[in-house]
């Protein structure tokens, strides 16, 4: 609908700098001359548009203008409220709980939630949490960190890092940040990060825009996959279904089936699940996986023979 698409560029406007029309035409799927025409209607609705000409203009809004609380409803209220509270419960910050009160103050009153967010596992403990509010101190300085860091295959470095973003994927969080040995974006797991230390280094640079930075980090991260095929017994297919993140391609007579997964292959957590679930799974490709299964369960065998 139309009033749909035009509060929905002025959303955008108010979270962006001035977007070109061709942008704006492109990201709502409407012409160039549909895009003039909802200037004009916007304008007319008393928001406070700025065109600006030339081959880097654009429209933006009025810096200082603000989107009455009444266009939000009781249910956008309700997302926004479950979104800020699933993300204050896993990252201990004052000031995230602050701005939790504040949109709610602000907010239509949203009665009859139906869903709870808690993130809470994402904190990963108290050390986690003491580095993420330390990088997030230094991401807002503009100041280096001095950092002791173990990469996957057990390598040990000490490496000074311009810290640019944090995000949290694949069950843990991660640091974005300019390495200044190797002058280039890199990602670093919190978790491997043994030692932080902040210091009065300021940026040697000025640097992009995090959120394409982190795209383009990730996809240089060169995660190796292995595919895995498993013939599972049927009396765990529940408890496989929910801690192996695969797909059963197979079910026999007897109940038991065959799972196809793909995991990253330096992560140790689908390995131990694997170990977990004893002679209930038996893994039928790569051979890799058999060897390495076959040499674990030697080594603990060993350990206890003695």
Not at 144 to 153: C, F, Q
Not at 158 to 184: G, H, V
Not at 194 to 203: A, R
Request: proline letters at 2%; glycine letters at 6%; a neutral charge.
């Amino acid at each position: 609908m139309k009033t749909d698409r035009l509060l929905s560029i002025v959303i955008y406007l108010l979270n962006h700098d001035t977007v070109s029309a061709a942008k704006l035409a492109e990201r709502f799927e409407v012409s160039k001359r549909t895009i003039v025409r909802d200037m004009e209607h916007i304008s007319m609705a008393v928001i406070p548009i700025r065109s600006i000409a030339g081959a880097r203009g654009g429209y933006s809004i009025m810096e200082g203008y603000k989107l009455d609380g009444r266009m939000v409803t009781a249910e956008d209220s309700v997302s926004i409220i479950a979104a800020l509270q699933g993300f204050a419960s896993s990252y201990d910050s004052r000031r995230y709980d602050e701005t939790l009160e504040k949109i709610t103050s602000i907010l239509p009153k949203h009665q009859g939630q139906s869903i709870f967010l808690d993130f809470g596992a994402s904190g990963e403990g108290n050390e986690i949490q003491a580095k993420l509010k330390t990088i997030e101190a230094a991401i807002n300085k503009s100041q280096s960190l001095d950092i002791s860091y173990v990469n996957a295959s057990g390598d040990a470095s000490t490496r000074l890092l311009e810290p640019i973003a944090l995000s949290y994927r694949w069950y843990a969080w991660y640091l974005l940040a300019f390495c200044t040995a190797r002058q280039d974006y890199r990602i670093f797991k919190l978790a491997r990060i043994s030692s932080l230390k902040p210091t009065s280094t300021k940026f040697s640079r000025e640097h992009a825009e995090p959120d394409h930075l982190l795209v383009k980090a990730f996809q240089g991260v060169g995660r190796k996959y292995l595919d895995i095929t498993l013939l599972c017994k049927a009396d765990i297919e529940v408890q496989v279904c929910e801690y192996l993140d695969g797909y059963i391609t197979e079910t026999r007579d007897n109940g038991d089936f065959i799972m196809h997964m793909q995991v990253p292959e330096d992560e140790r957590i689908w390995f131990a699940v694997l170990l977990s679930f004893g002679d209930k799974v038996t893994v039928l490709e790569p051979e890799s996986l058999k060897t390495r299964l076959t040499k674990t369960a030697k080594n603990i065998l060993s350990l206890y023979e003695k």
